[in-house]
């Protein structure tokens, strides 16, 4: 099984956190990516032969700034040069004020059956400070028109640690949900990332974030999803039943994907890899057929089991240890120590699987530092 990903780069406006590879779209900028997307698929779909897709993931970026026929024949390209699953999971990342009926429509019947929101918030104020353009009633009638159009796997993102958020803001975001035909939800703190505007901003932004004693309040609200039908099954992410995310459980557990399009990522062959991050150098190269990587890492062996080792962790299901090691090799005896170490800490436990108990899902970070 194997996964694919398309980097859309185009977005109307930047928002202010954000530090992924977009630009402003424009119809010549458009038809000239498009063009290069689909040759480099061209050049790289032998990669995929005897091979099964069970994800396709269009991010971005905004997908939904291309024109919906762009996915329509792009599904078809690769439809009729690969192996789809059965029960493969195509997912599109959308802004809320993008989405018509129309548009959804077109997504629906070009088999995509599960839309991503950035949702962020559902307050004026945080919306307007982390720069999202639509507000609370356009968020709650795109996710109505996506449903509405027979697209019922819906997933939304939603932030905390925000400046100037209250966890009643955080409380009334996570009741919004309970209304709503969403059943996959991704939540993140707020981080100021290199090289953006939020960065620049942080001195006078870090003094506005909540307390501790508020954050921990804020987290302690997650547990009402639960009562919602929601199931946390990776740190960040909680899904109804049978709507986890098969894409994201493939970056948690090592499953090969290929990337596409400008700054996108790959991991193939043990082989970490990424496209250059700039549109018209990314669209000669390919055109000339040249190489458009300019990253490229293979771990050594060690090194890579402790990496797969501490991402699979994210997972609440965490490692059975024995398959793990039948698959990419055996614990070193300092990782061993390593793993003790934190068991004796009550950061992991281990009976039939090694995986992280309450207290190391609010110290991930540590937990997975220690491993790698």
């Known amino acids: 099984m194997v996964s694919l990903y398309f980097h859309i780069p185009f977005c109307h406006s930047k928002c202010p956190y954000c530090h992924f590879y977009t630009l402003k779209s424009t119809p010549s900028l458009q038809t000239l990516f498009s063009k290069a997307l689909f040759k480099e698929f061209e050049q790289k779909k032998h990669l995929l032969f005897g091979k099964s897709i069970t994800s396709i993931y269009f991010g971005g970026g905004t997908p939904t700034q291309m024109p919906s026929a762009f996915y329509a024949q792009l599904l078809d390209l690769i439809t009729q040069n690969c192996t789809i699953d059965n029960t493969c999971e195509i997912t599109i990342e959308a802004n809320p004020e993008d989405l018509t009926k129309e548009y959804a429509q077109h997504l629906s019947t070009s088999r995509i059956h599960r839309i991503s929101f950035g949702v962020q918030a559902f307050q004026p104020h945080l919306l307007n400070l982390l720069g999202r353009r639509a507000h609370k009633n356009t968020c709650i009638e795109a996710i109505d028109i996506a449903y509405t159009s027979n697209i019922h796997n819906i997933s939304i993102d939603l932030m905390y640690e925000v400046p100037n958020q209250t966890v009643l803001d955080f409380q009334q975001s996570l009741q919004h949900i309970q209304t709503l035909p969403i059943t996959h939800i991704s939540i993140y703190n707020l981080t100021f990332e290199p090289n953006t505007p939020f960065k620049k901003r942080e001195t006078h932004l870090a003094p506005l974030l909540p307390k501790e004693s508020e954050t921990i309040k804020m987290l302690a609200c997650l547990q009402n999803l639960?009562?919602?039908?929601?199931?946390?099954?990776?740190?960040?992410?909680?899904?109804?039943?049978?709507?986890?995310?098969?894409?994201?459980?493939?970056?948690?557990?090592?499953?090969?994907?290929?990337?596409?399009?400008?700054?996108?990522?790959?991991?193939?062959?043990?082989?970490?890899?990424?496209?250059?991050?700039?549109?018209?150098?990314?669209?000669?190269?390919?055109?000339?057929?040249?190489?458009?990587?300019?990253?490229?890492?293979?771990?050594?062996?060690?090194?890579?089991?402790?990496?797969?080792?501490?991402?699979?962790?994210?997972?609440?299901?965490?490692?059975?240890?024995?398959?793990?090691?039948?698959?990419?090799?055996?614990?070193?005896?300092?990782?061993?120590g390593t793993i003790q170490q934190l068991i004796d800490q009550n950061l992991l436990e281990h009976s039939d699987r090694l995986k992280l108990t309450e207290k190391g899902l609010d110290f991930y970070d540590s937990v997975a530092q220690a491993i790698i």
């Open 226 to 336: 639960s009562h919602m039908g929601f199931k946390r099954y990776e740190i960040s992410a909680f899904a109804k039943p049978g709507f986890e995310s098969k894409h994201n459980l493939g970056y948690w557990t090592a499953r090969p994907f290929l990337g596409f399009g400008p700054s996108a990522f790959s991991y193939w062959n043990s082989i970490r890899f990424k496209n250059e991050n700039h549109l018209i150098n990314y669209c000669k190269n390919i055109e000339n057929n040249r190489p458009t990587i300019d990253f490229s890492e293979l771990l050594e062996k060690e090194a890579r089991i402790k990496e797969l080792l501490a991402v699979q962790l994210r997972t609440l299901d965490g490692v059975n240890l024995n398959q793990f090691k039948a698959q990419h090799g055996s614990l070193s005896k300092e990782l061993h």
